[in-house]
Structure formats: structure tokens, C-alpha cells
């Protein structure tokens, strides 16, 4: 069976074994957090109240919620210019998020980061980059501090399927498995490179083998199946714990919406409305969700407090956001602080 094919299979009882019922709640709370939170920024971005260039996670939630349930607090997660989900997933202040997308000085980066620039460092997420592979070799080096300071923390790099063509990821793959640093190097894959289909501009389109070439594990997941993603990192990671060095997982994943802003480029000759369809249809947080119902982890009772505690949440992040002003032209003091 494909990979794809299998993104459209539901979670069996069979993969749950040794994850606990809190933690599969865990994973579908940090899902359904990103989607929501994601979701009411696409409409106020559509609403023109957020104007700062937004690239939206939607679709992607079981990739940085099945990481980053395995992650301790002061673990580190370096994310990219699609940000929103690794900050959410990693435990970062919501109020503060929504604050800094409207780039209001009460942000995490006192409104002079945006979108695509957040950091949480109490939290464990030092920063995210719009410039591609930007923050793989930070991962690296953060690592390489963990060694040396003899830690057992771990450092996470997420990147897109589009950095496989920069030539610091391989840098940072070879010094990573020369030294053996505890990172793990997640790939979501979600086949498109900005506009550009993967085909169109990787000539391995395997990405696993990028890191067999390193001669470290490598994992190659359903991206829509949360528990699978879980299983995977937690390896992974328990193998950086413990001193045996890096990890390469490729996530299949798939985003929904465009590259940036709200629109689902649709009417763009970029993706076939069948094959956004297909994704939607199969949705990892639905797929999780009936899961966790049919085997009563999950009522139907405690799931609708669920959506909306969460609702509540984001909207007094929202509220939140309105009321903080933005930072004075040239005020630079402070935006570093912790």
C-alpha cells in the first residue's frame, strides 16, 4: 500500500499499544487547537484585520502535535515560516501568538516579528525563519550545545519538503551525524514547494534516503495519522536521549489551503480540486477524533467542552490582540527580553 493510500486509513487499536489515553486526548487537544486557531485566522486575515503574511498549517496538526507530545518543556523546536502549528503544538502563550500575527508590541516578539517570525523561548521554541532551511542549522547547533553541556534535551528541526534543495540541510546532516547530536530532523512533506510540485523540483523524490545517505534512522509516517507520527518521534527522540544521534523522519503530509493567506488556490492551475478533496476527506483531526469515540477515550459530551473551551480560548486571544497596541516606530527596547 502507498503512503497516500494508507493517510486514508483510520487509526487501529493495534498501533495504540503503550500510549496512554491522556496522551492520545493530548494529541487530539493540540490538533484541534491549531486547526481552530488557524481556521480564525484565515477569516480575520479574509476580514482584512490581520495584514501581515500569514502561511497557515491546516492540514498539517498531527505532524507538530505528534512531535511535540514527546517533547519536554525545555526541549527545543525550530519552525519555519509556516509557524502557527509548531508554537501551538510546543505550548506557547495564545494571547501572545494572535497578538504578535497582528504585530501588537504584547507579542512574542513585541509585534515586530509577524506571522512568520514568532518565538516562545520560555516554552522551548528560541525562534522560526522565512528564509527556507533557515533554522536547520540553528537546530543543529542548539544540539551540539546540549552535547557539550551533557543534557539529555533534544532539538527538533521542522522544515518543508522544498528546503530538501538547500544545501545547508545536508551540511547540517552530515555534522549532525559526524557528532551524533541529539536532533531529530522532521520533513513535512506535503508535495508542494510554494507552487511547484515536488516532482518538478526534487530529483529524489524518496526523502527518506537524505537521511539514509547520513547513516541515521530514518521514519517515514503517515502524516495524517497523529498516533503514527507520536510512535515515530518518540523513537526517534528516545535515540537522541540517550546519545545515539540524529533522526530523519519524513511526515507525508498535505496543507490545504495556499501557500499563504486564506485562499485555497483553487482557481489557480496548481492542485486538481480531486486531489485537495481527497485530504480534506480525510482528515487527520476527524480520523483521530472518531477513534477516540469509537472507543470511548472520547464522549460526545466532553468533546463539544472541548471545541468549546478551546473557541473561548481563541477568542480572548483575539480580543486580546484588538486591544494591544503596536509597537512606536524605532522603539527597539525590550524586544528581546525574556
Known sequence: MSIIKECAQPIKNTEIQNISKNTLLSLYKSMLKIRLTEEAVADLIAAGKIQTPCHLYIGQEAVASGVCTNLKKDDFVFSTHRSHGHYIAKGGDLKKLIAEIFCKIDGCCKGRGGSMHIADSKNGLPGSSAIVSGTIPLAVGSALGFKLKNTNNVSVAFFGDGATTEGVLYESLNFASLKKLPVVFVCENNFYSTHLHISKIQSIPELTKIGELFKMPVFKVDGYNAVEVHKASRQAIEL???????????????????????????????????????????????????????????????????VKDVKEEIDDAIDFAKKSKHPKNLDFEGIFAK
Do not use: M, Q
Open 240 to 306: 537522541a536521549r540517550k546519545g545515539a544521534g540524529p533522526s530523519f523522519i519524513e511526515a507525508v503530509t498535505y496543507r490545504w489551503r495556499g501557500h499563504v493567506g486564506p485562499n485555497w488556490d483553487l482557481d489557480k492551475p496548481i492542485r486538481k480540486k480531486e486531489e485537495v478533496a481527497f485530504w480534506v476527506n480525510n482528515c487527520a483531526i476527524k480520523k483521530i477524533e472518531d477513534f477516540l469515540l469509537k472507543n470511548a477515550i472520547l464522549s460526545e459530551k466532553k468533546k463539544n467542552k472541548i
